[in-house]
């Protein structure tokens, strides 16, 4: 079963608004990932955050983390037309047998109109 | 140029074949990984490697083989046991750390067509 979980499925909004995608999990992580695709390539890691951090920024990208209610957020400030990809997250779950996989959403969709 | 390589990009079998899919890398990664992507689905790990000779099936091995004689190469085998085969696939490889701290690097996929 998958672990992370994005919302919404799709987001369609206008260059220049800010997008913002929420991911829910299940069990205790060591960390968090949020990974983009564009359509028909592969992934690309955008941004990493641990159990123990709330909030990190990298450029435009900013990821919020709750771990007592197991959710995270990917705000993408100022968006642009190249934004224009699939989203997902992904989580490594605390299992010990499991050290080493990612567990992945099946992604938010975002389409910025220019 | 350092990265992750997957050939063909594009690939067609008859129902019934085998297929070997491409995977190297050169990043010096312990850790490789398939997964499957179908449409609009988010991705699905096949099988996964941490260290030469050895491999772990993920969540949908069945009708995949999968071999790790060298660091740098993870070819993936759809087998014609493989009841829906057509999909995209990925490869990807990571350092292992003990903390669980890493990313993932994904090669550009195959996308692979049987009929």
């Known amino acids: 079963s998958q672990q992370g979980e994005e919302d919404p499925q799709a987001l369609s909004i206008q260059e220049g608004e800010n997008a913002t995608m929420n991911c829910s999990y299940k069990t205790s992580i060591n960390n968090l990932q949020w990974y983009r695709q564009n359509s028909g390539r592969g992934l690309v890691h955008l941004i990493l955050?641990?159990?123990?951090?709330r909030e990190k920024h990298s450029g435009r990208l900013r990821v919020t983390l709750d771990t007592s209610k197991k959710s995270s957020s990917l705000l993408i400030t100022a968006s642009r037309a190249a934004d224009t990809a699939s989203y997902f997250c992904?989580?490594?779950?605390?299992?010990?047998?499991?050290?080493?996989?990612?567990?992945f959403g099946r992604g938010t969709q975002l389409t910025v109109w220019p | 140029d350092g990265g992750i390589t997957q050939s063909p990009k594009y690939l067609f079998r008859k129902e019934g074949q085998n297929v070997t899919l491409s995977c190297e890398q050169n990043l010096n990664h312990d850790a490789m990984y398939w997964y499957r992507q179908d449409p609009g689905q988010g991705l699905r790990l096949i099988y996964y490697s941490q260290i030469v000779n050895d491999f772990q099936k993920g969540d949908i091995a069945e009708g995949y083989s999968v071999s790790r004689e060298k660091k740098e190469s993870f070819p993936l085998t759809v087998t014609s046991a493989q009841k829906n085969p057509t999909a995209f696939y990925l490869c990807?490889?990571?350092?292992?750390?003990?903390?669980?701290?890493?990313?993932?690097?994904f090669g550009p996929g195959t996308r692979l067509t049987v009929t």
């Open positions: 990807a490889s990571s350092i292992i750390s003990g903390t669980g701290l890493y990313e993932q690097y």
């Open positions: 992904a989580t490594d779950a605390r299992r010990g047998s499991t050290l080493g996989r990612l567990y």
């Open positions: 955050i641990r159990s123990n951090e």
